[in-house]
T-cell receptor, first 113, second 115 residues
C-alpha cells in the first residue's frame, strides 16, 4: 500500500520569508498524482497545488511551488513571501490512477509577524 | 453552487447508537468519498463511490455503511457507534479520478463524539 510521510510535525517562519515543507511517499506505480492541501483553523480543506507524476516540470501556483523528485519519491512544498494567512495545517497527499488517496499526517505551519 | 455540503456540523452519540452523516454536492461530480481525520494521522479513506449505484471500501471501512442512490447524495451510516469512531468526518467529491479534473472538493466536516 502507498504511504505518505511528512517528517515535520510543526514548523514556523517569519512573515515574508520562505519555508519548505517536506513530503516523501512510497509506491511501486509509475503514474500517479500528488497534492498539497491546506487546512486553516476553519477546518476547510483547500487544494494548494497538484503535480502529475508524468510531468517533469514542477508545478507552481503564485507563491507556492513544488520540488518533485520522482526517483527519490519526494514532493516538497515551498512557500515564498510567507503571509499570516498561510498559517495552517498542510497535508501532502498521493493518489494513484484508481481511487485510493492517501494523506500524510500533516505539518502545522505558523507564520510569525 | 453550494459545493459540497455536510450535515450536521457537530454530533454527540452514545455508544451503540446509530446515525447517518449527510453529504450532498451540486457540481454533478461522479466521484464521492468519505474520510475521517484523527489527530496525528491525516485523513483516511472510509468508503468511496465512482457513480450512482457503485460503492467500494477504502482504507478503514469497518463500522460504516454507504449507499449512492443519486449522483448528488452520499450518506455515511454508523451502524453501532463506538468511542473509536470519535473523529472529524469529511465528504469530498470530484468530477473524475484522472486527468485535470480529479481535484477533490471537500465539505466543511462533521465533528462526531461518541461517549
Amino acid at each position: 500500500a502507498q504511504t505518505v510521510t511528512q517528517s515535520q510535525p510543526e514548523m514556523s517562519v517569519q512573515e515574508a520569508e520562505t519555508v519548505t515543507l517536506s513530503c516523501t511517499y512510497d509506491t511501486s506505480e509509475n503514474n500517479y498524482y500528488l497534492f498539497w492541501y491546506k487546512q486553516p483553523p476553519s477546518r476547510q480543506m483547500i487544494l494548494v497545488i497538484r503535480q502529475e507524476a508524468y510531468k517533469q516540470q514542477n508545478a507552481t501556483e503564485n507563491r507556492f511551488s513544488v520540488n518533485f523528485q520522482k526517483a527519490a519519491k519526494s514532493f516538497s512544498l515551498k512557500i515564498s513571501d510567507s503571509q499570516l494567512g498561510d498559517t495552517a495545517m498542510y497535508f501532502c497527499a498521493f493518489m494513484n490512477f484508481g481511487n485510493d488517496m492517501r494523506f500524510g499526517a500533516g505539518t502545522r505551519l505558523t507564520v510569525k509577524p | 453552487n453550494a459545493g459540497v455540503t455536510q450535515t450536521p456540523k457537530f454530533q454527540v452519540l452514545k455508544t451503540g447508537q446509530s446515525m447517518t452523516l449527510q453529504c450532498a454536492q451540486d457540481m454533478n461530480h461522479e466521484y464521492m468519498s468519505w474520510y475521517r481525520q484523527d489527530p496525528g494521522m491525516g485523513l483516511r479513506l472510509i468508503h468511496y463511490s465512482v457513480g450512482a449505484g457503485i460503492t467500494d471500501q477504502g482504507e478503514v471501512p469497518n463500522g460504516y455503511n454507504v449507499s449512492r442512490s443519486t449522483t448528488e447524495d452520499f450518506p455515511l451510516r454508523l451502524l453501532s457507534a463506538a468511542p473509536s469512531q470519535t473523529s472529524v468526518y469529511f465528504c469530498a467529491s470530484s468530477y473524475s479520478l484522472q486527468g485535470s479534473y480529479n481535484e477533490q472538493f471537500f465539505g466543511p466536516g462533521t465533528r462526531l463524539t461518541v461517549l
